[in-house]
Structures are given as C-alpha cells and as structure tokens.
C-alpha cells in the first residue's frame, strides 16, 4: 500500500480510509449529491458509532439499527436513511461474496483492470461512473498494479488531471476538483439552455 491518504483533511478519517479497505469502499459509496471530503468522514463516523468499519460487523448489525446509527447527528449524510441502508447492503455483498475482505475485491486471482471495474460495478450503489473513479482511486493512490487499469477506469486513470477523488491528495488538488466539476456542472447547464 502506498501513502497515507489525504482526502478528508482530518487525521483520523484519512488513517481509517488508509488501513481499512471497507472504509475506503463505503467513502466512496457515500460520495454523492455531498462534498466529497463530507462523503469520506462517513466511515470515522460509523467506526466512532458502531466501534467497527469492519463489514461483517456493520452486515451483522440490524439494519434498523445501523440506519438509526447513520441518521444521528452529525449525519453521516445528506440522506441517511437511503445512505445508512446502502452501506449496510454493501457490507452484506462483502461478507457473501468476498468473505468480509474488501480488499480480495481487488486482489483476488491477480485480475486485469477490466475484472476489477466488472466486480466493483457488481456492488450494490456503484453504477460505471463510481466503479471507474474507484479503480482510479486504487490505482493512483492504493497502489493497484492490475495490468490496463487506467484504461478500464477511462479519463479518471489519466495522469496530471483532478477531476475526481482519486486525484485529492490534500486542499489544493481538492480546490482543483471543485474547481473542474463547477465548469463541468456550468458547461452541461449551458448545454441544457
């Protein structure tokens, strides 16, 4: 594994989503219709509430109860009730298909980039989109050596750009982001009128 990550901005979020894969899985989950270091903090906030980012203990909790975990406050989202039940079922499929590992996900019979997005787009919550930002997460920063990874994760496996969460490695390439996903939210909404 390669460095400590730094996609939060808090020392204990970054060192939770750097030595626990779920977390990193389940930030990524979260990353949507919120701030990108919002969706990350997601996993300090279960692992400071349930004791445990650990998947077979978040798929053995009651499901009502973990949502109820997920909707005190501060949230760990904009939606917990929907996010809370998402979690939880990404946790499940970890534990069934992957034997609570995260990690074999992407290690597992030593697969190719295009194996990794085919299992990460078989999650339950991630859609092609979320599964390429992820594989360039792994890749980038993770350490991911699957052989045509940066193909399979498309334009987010390219280097020198920040258009996503695999390119945050402190504020500045995290202004960077915001920065390119304004202009692209302008440039669709320009494209609407």
């Keep these: 594994m390669s460095q400590t ?3 939060v901005g808090d020392p204990e979020a970054d060192r939770i989503l750097t030595e626990h894969p779920f977390a990193l899985l ?9 701030p990108m270091e919002v969706a990350f903090d997601g996993p300090r906030k279960i ?20 949502v109820a975990l997920c909707s005190t406050p501060p949230a760990v989202h904009r939606f917990p009730r ?13 534990v069934r298909d992957w034997d ?9 019979d030593d697969p190719d980039g295009t194996e990794v997005l085919r ?19 792994l890749g980038k920063q993770r350490g991911l050596r699957a052989p045509g990874w940066r193909e399979a994760a498309g334009d987010y496996g390219r280097d020198g750009v920040h258009m996503s969460i695999a390119d945050v490695t402190g504020p500045e390439s995290l202004q960077q982001v915001r920065a390119y996903k304004k202009e692209k939210k302008a440039a669709a909404k320009a494209a609407r009128a």
């Design 119 to 137: 299992r990460l787009r078989a999650l339950p919550g991630f859609g092609d989109q979320k599964a390429r930002i992820f594989l360039a997460l």
């Design 47 to 66: 692992a400071e509430r349930l004791g445990s980012v650990e998947p077979d203990r978040i798929a053995a909790t009651d499901p009502e109860e973990f």
């Design 26 to 34: 389940a930030g990524m989950l979260l990353d949507q219709q919120i």
């Design 82 to 94: 929907s996010m809370g039940q998402r979690v939880h079922d990404l946790a499940a499929a970890v």
């Design 100 to 108: 609570g590992d995260a990690a074999t996900i992407w290690t597992r």
């Design 5 to 7: 990550l730094s996609l």
